[in-house]
């Protein structure tokens, strides 16, 4: 299976830019980069997800590296509320693909 | 709009008895997953479930565990003889339509199960 590697942790404080890192040295070529994050108490949400290009979106931007090899989420100004263990997870494409596999992700301690 | 829905959101239950897990999907989306996460772990899948197709069980742990969808709709997770491994947070997610590696899950806020 394609595989990711996250920080287990990292610390932020309110209003500053949080830049979120995830490798990912095996991906295919077809192979979508998502991102989810876990509020405490709540199942995962959507956050964004991309191929090639840097996406943007209400939530965040994830920076995707050239050779694909690693991207960074990016949540501009951290809030209290995006406190959180933020998973990236390969889609792979074909056969089992909808078996996504969350690792334990990043828990992203933000300061007031 | 409504979102996934799970019930009950907390189970505590004795070693030995059966628990039903039931799951409302997003209206319209034909795939369902159920994962488990256990305590300061991520998420495990369980069991797949697509339109009229056989779902997909092999993530189930032990042959205790089973589950069904009814008219393409709601979801039931049963574990017979409950074991205390069994304790952890039962997480469901439907999507419109799986086979897409660019779409997106929409999961509920999940079902704490204590076994005692």
């Known amino acids: 299976d394609a595989k990711t590697t996250q920080p287990n942790s990292m610390e932020s404080n309110e209003e500053e830019p949080v830049h979120l890192p995830c490798n990912h040295s095996?991906?295919?070529?077809?192979?979508?980069i998502h991102w989810y994050r876990q509020l405490p108490s709540q199942g995962p949400e959507y956050v964004i997800h991309g191929l090639t290009s840097n996406v943007n979106n209400r939530m965040a931007s994830l920076a995707i590296a050239e050779d694909r090899k690693s991207s960074t989420l990016i949540l501009h100004r951290a809030t209290l509320r995006d406190a959180a263990v933020y998973y990236c997870?390969?889609?792979?494409?074909?056969?089992?693909?909808?078996?996504?596999?969350f690792g334990k992700g990043t828990l992203l301690t933000v300061n007031p | 709009g409504a979102g996934v829905s799970q019930s009950p959101s907390n189970k505590v239950t004795e070693k030995g008895k059966d628990v039903e897990l039931r799951c409302d999907p997003i209206s319209g989306h034909t795939a369902l997953y159920w994962y488990r996460q256990s305590l300061g772990q991520g998420l495990e899948f369980l069991i797949y479930?697509?339109?009229?197709?056989?779902?997909?069980k092999s993530g189930l742990p032990s042959d205790r565990f089973s589950a069904e969808r009814t008219g393409g709709s709601v979801s039931t997770l049963t574990i017979q003889r409950t074991q205390q491994e069994d304790s952890a947070v039962y997480l469901c997610?439907?999507?419109?339509?799986?086979?897409?590696?660019?779409?997106?899950?929409?999961f509920g806020s999940g079902t704490q199960l204590s076994v005692l």
């Open positions: 095996t991906i295919s070529g077809t192979d979508y």
């Open positions: 997870i390969l889609r792979v494409s074909g056969g089992s693909n909808y078996k996504l596999t």
């Open positions: 479930f697509q339109g009229n197709s056989a779902p997909d």
């Open positions: 997610a439907s999507s419109i339509q799986s086979g897409l590696n660019n779409e997106k899950l929409f």
